[in-house]
């Protein structure tokens, strides 16, 4: 493999000197392209973009090519493993994922098995054309959703205000919930892993749920078994940076941590200074524009990217992003300025 041109972001996150802060976005391959809409219409379906190893590298690539970011991340989605399981999942249009077949009972439970890697191979396929397209331009990020995340889709069939079948099973059935979760902690792990074999050079956990649960209980069904995936990850290979990710998670910070992430990103419900300061030197953060900030005006764009690079300070450390995924209103040409101020704006926090 060549070595990279651009490895800024992986600077970063290992919090050494860099010349400019690092900016990705999350879901940067998405509705809001142009490129992403044609590709998509030419592919059919949502699943079989993903499922097309030649598709996803394209759309992977399409933000690459158009804004000079600094990683890529695979084009896949949080619950290939629950699909692999054979739910019969479908992204329904204004509805997002539906399963044909969600898990309830201990009986369904018992039915599901860690998916082989060949039930996955066309997300490992994918991670290996783009390696090869990018040719060393910038790092590429492999990820999957976190176990409480994907247990929440999978035991309430599709995306509900406060899960509550989810909620009830948790209350009612305690180990049968656990049992569940531990079966996704180890798919998880293999998953990442064999992303990260492939030719990821970081990986994320996507715990997009994890915000929605009160302290003792984050602890026990969602901190817990992140904490084992990383583990896991970090026995086999200590040199793929992990980046943790809770929505609404910013009040246990010091506890994300401890998982041994080496990033953790956060959402606009905290500043980064702030958050900075709970965490001190032990990992690097990420974030935390609010999306809907690319809505307004470019001056407003370029003063909201001011104000958090001021709040994070000087050094190193800080990888920019967004709190949460893009949304397709976005116009393409305010992603143009948000990365173009964060680059230029940025470089005085890293001057000797």
């Known amino acids: 493999m060549q070595s990279l041109k ?12 860099v010349d400019v802060t690092p900016v990705w976005i999350m879901r940067q391959a998405g509705r809001y392209l142009p490129e992403y809409r044609a590709t998509r219409a030419r592919a059919g379906s949502f699943m079989n973009l993903c499922k097309t190893p030649e598709l996803a590298c394209e759309v992977t690539l399409q933000p690459i090519r ?52 060949e039930q996955l191979a066309y997300v490992y396929d994918a991670i290996s054309l783009v390696r090869h397209e990018l040719a060393g331009k910038v790092p590429l990020i492999g990820f999957c959703g976190s176990p409480w995340t994907l247990a929440a889709y999978m035991v309430e069939g599709k995306a509900h205000p406060g899960f509550p079948t989810l909620q009830q099973m948790m209350m009612d059935e305690p180990q049968l ?10 798919s998880v792990a293999m998953h990442l892993a064999a992303q990260r074999d492939a030719g990821a050079q970081a990986l994320m956990l996507f715990d997009t749920w994890g915000g929605m649960l009160d ?9 817990a078994y992140m904490k084992r995936i990383i583990a ?5 290979n200590n040199e793929v940076p992990i980046i943790l990710f809770t929505k609404n998670g910013s009040r246990w910070l010091e506890q994300m941590v401890q998982t041994a992430c080496d990033v953790v990103a956060v959402d606009w419900t ?3 200074k702030e958050a900075r300061s709970r965490v001190g030197k032990q990992v690097a953060i990420q974030g935390n524009l609010n999306p809907t900030c690319l809505l307004e005006p470019e001056q407003v764009i370029r003063n909201e990217v001011a ?36 680059h230029t704006l940025s470089a005085p926090f890293h001057a000797e």
């Open 307 to 342: 104000k958090i690079l001021d709040s994070f300070g000087q050094g190193s450390g800080h990888v920019f992003n967004l709190g949460h995924g893009i949304t397709p209103d976005v116009p393409p040409e305010h992603v143009a300025v948000l990365v173009d101020a964060v």
């Open 232 to 236: 896991e990850l970090k026995y086999n």
């Open 177 to 186: 919930l656990h049992k569940l979760l531990e079966l996704l902690a180890k």
């Open 270 to 272: 905290i500043s980064l």
């Open 66 to 117: 158009r804004y000079p970011l600094d990683a890529a991340i695979i084009f896949s989605d949080i619950l290939t493993i629950p699909d692999a399981m054979g739910l019969g999942l479908e992204l329904v249009e204004n509805e997002g994922p539906v399963f044909a077949h969600p898990v309830r009972t201990e009986a369904e439970i018992r039915r599901l098995a860690v998916p082989a890697p």
């Open 215 to 223: 302290d003792e209980n984050y602890k026990e069904f969602s901190l």
């Open 6 to 17: 651009n490895d800024r972001f992986l600077r970063a996150i290992r919090r050494e000197p």
